[in-house]
């Protein structure tokens, strides 16, 4: 099952970089600046990061049923939060 996909704006480097280090601690392993990624709980997510936009698309392709789309994009809110401050 996948979510649309939410592209999250005002992203740069600082931003991306702490976001990835947050991810890579929840069990998410980012290389590059795009790809596909698979974590905890059957999720898998593509993401692209376009550095001279500062934007993150992130396209949650597959995940276990129990988890809805929505948690999932308000955790990634979150965590975006976070690393703006």
């Known amino acids: 099952m ?3 996909p939410v ?3 005002n992203i740069d ?6 976001l990835k280090g947050k991810l890579q601690g929840l069990g998410y392993d980012l290389q590059g600046t795009s790809g ?3 974590g905890p709980m059957s999720i898998v997510i593509d993401f692209d990061w376009n550095k001279d936009a500062a934007t993150l698309m992130i ?3 597959e ?3 129990l988890i809805p ?17």
């Not at 480097?13 to 702490?18: G, M, V």
């Open 13 to 18: 480097q600082p931003i991306f970089d702490a």
């Open 7 to 9: 592209t999250f704006n």
């Open 59 to 61: 396209h949650v392709t």
């Open 36 to 38: 596909t990624i698979k």
């Open 69 to 85: 789309c929505g948690k999932i994009t308000s955790e990634l809110e979150k965590a975006i939060a976070a690393c703006r401050v």
């Open 63 to 65: 995940k276990n049923f």
């Open 2 to 4: 996948a979510c649309d």
